[in-house]
């Protein structure tokens, strides 16, 4: 008979899981990253996996949530510092740095993110979707105390343009952080007042 977990033996070993998870999704993607490699980094066998996640897709959701949490967390620390037009700047460049790291851009737009999608339940899809996360750039944006000169929407895809920019950066002919610092001190000024 296999020994139980403790709670904080099944907290770490899910932790670990999640931690494998990202780094996998990353560098191999969601397909090329299977479950007995992630078992065998988080030290625990394929039977065991499945005392903490009901499938592969289950896991990376997850995951997908914890990473989604940590860029407005992040982003909202920036703001709640400085709930002015400096704050969201700082904040909105915090968010970037986490969508360039991960190369987060390159990974929603890809066919293998997609087939993820096309395998999560529907309850699950709401968190991963563009809505969800320019609903949560549009209550950072509130929080900063910002008075709009454009409506939201477009305030909101602007801004996740300029998201986008960390996925082509090799293409900017120049210093992509001075780059995005020029678009955002005149960006910013154009859309809050």
Same mark, same amino acid.
């Given at each position: 008979m296999a020994r139980g977990f403790s709670q904080e033996e099944k907290q770490k070993i899910k932790?670990?899981? $999640?931690?494998?998870?990202?780094? $996998?999704?990353?560098?191999?993607?969601?397909?090329?990253?299977?479950i007995d490699q992630l078992c065998n980094k988080a030290g625990i066998s394929k039977g065991a996996f499945y005392l903490f996640f009901d499938s592969k897709e289950d896991l990376f959701a997850d995951v997908m949530?914890?990473?989604?949490?940590?860029?407005?967390?992040?982003?909202?620390?920036?703001?709640?510092?400085?709930?002015?037009?400096?704050?969201?700047?700082?904040?909105? %460049?915090?968010l970037y740095q986490e969508y360039d790291q991960g190369n987060w851009i390159r990974i929603l737009s890809s066919d293998d993110f997609q087939s993820l999608l096309n395998r999560l339940p529907e309850d699950r899809l709401i968190i991963h979707s563009s809505a969800y996360t320019m609903r949560n750039?549009?209550?950072?944006?509130?929080? $900063?105390?910002?008075?709009? %000169?454009e409506p939201l929407p477009k305030i909101t895809g602007i801004l996740s343009a300029l998201l986008a920019? $960390?996925?082509q950066k090799e293409a900017i002919a120049y210093d992509d952080e001075a780059v995005l610092d020029f678009f955002l001190d005149q960006i910013i000024d154009g859309l809050f007042e």
């Open positions: 932790e670990n899981l $999640s931690i494998e998870c990202e780094k $996998s999704w990353v560098s191999n993607g969601y397909r090329k990253t299977s949530g914890q990473v989604q949490d940590r860029m407005i967390t992040r982003m909202n620390e920036a703001v709640a510092k400085s709930p002015n037009k400096q704050g969201f700047i700082e904040g909105f %460049k915090l750039l549009s209550e950072t944006i509130e929080k $900063s105390n910002l008075i709009y %000169k920019m $960390s996925a």
